[in-house]
């Protein structure tokens, strides 16, 4: 399917997302997929994820505010997600800050998600190299991340999308690049995971590839429109939102290559 027909996919299906996301991220993430179109649960206590996670179209993991009762919640999931053939992502936020999240993000891409998205240096960390992150941050190019990236979708059969100026997303045999957007996007919290959240949307009503591209290109779309309108962060985050849902099918093919 192509990127803007999951578009309209995910308007009429009114996909469920289980969303294991980090505290800072939770209402940002469930605005942004309302915004698009599908509908966001933000569901972690262990006692609820064999009942929950299987009636959800897909399945987003962030690992943003790892604890040990989260992490034991994520994985079951991922379980249960690979297991029954949901759609699942996964967001590695800053793994490589300590030998405990590096195990979590090892544990977890172990279980297969269908799409890894992150920044450059969270991407390089993942597949074994040195980058410069610093925290959530990256210190390195979207362009270094590239055989990075091809690496861990070979060797995972995971679609990997690497987040920056010029977003870049590769199965390990087709790739594209995605561009547009606002300086502004990363002055607001969070917004970065919220788009984990929304990929996992788009994961419920197509392919891993397809979907992981339409997350990219509608927030570039909404991005660009937002800057048009906004006066600073505050008002950006306001104008997004909006611009999310007044994005159009159409509108795909001005941000990707």
């Not at 390195?140 to 990997?160: K, R």
Request: proline residues 5%.
């Amino acid at each position: 399917m192509a990127p803007q027909d999951l578009l309209i996919a995910l308007r009429d299906q009114n996909p469920l997302v289980h969303c294991m996301t980090n505290y800072v991220a939770m209402n940002i993430a469930a605005n942004v997929v309302l915004a698009a179109g599908a509908s966001p649960a933000m569901v972690h206590a262990s006692e609820e994820i064999a009942e929950f996670t299987p009636i959800c179209g897909a399945l987003t993991i962030n690992i943003g505010t790892l604890s040990a009762p989260w992490l034991a919640s994520m994985l079951a999931a991922a379980d249960i997600a690979h297991a029954r053939n949901i759609p699942w992502v996964l967001d590695p936020v800053a793994h490589f800050i300590s030998d405990y999240r590096k195990r979590a993000a090892q544990d977890l891409l172990a279980l297969r998600p269908a799409i890894v998205r992150g920044n450059a240096s969270e991407i390089l960390a993942l597949a074994g190299q040195v980058g410069a992150g610093k925290g959530a941050d990256s210190g390195d190019s979207v362009d270094a991340a590239h055989a990075s990236a091809h690496a861990l979708a070979a060797e995972f059969g995971t679609v990997v999308a690497i987040t920056g100026p010029v977003d870049f997303v590769t199965d390990g045999t087709q790739e594209a690049r995605v561009s547009g957007g606002s300086s502004l996007m990363p002055q607001i919290t969070a917004l970065g995971c919220s788009q984990t959240a929304l990929m996992g949307a788009y994961g419920a009503t197509g392919p891993a590839f397809d979907a992981a591209l339409a997350g990219l290109a509608h927030f570039k779309v909404a991005g660009t429109a937002a800057a048009k309108l906004a006066k600073g962060p505050g008002s950006f985050q306001m104008h997004f939102l909006d611009a999310l849902a007044a994005t159009q099918p159409d509108d795909f093919a001005q941000v990707i290559a």
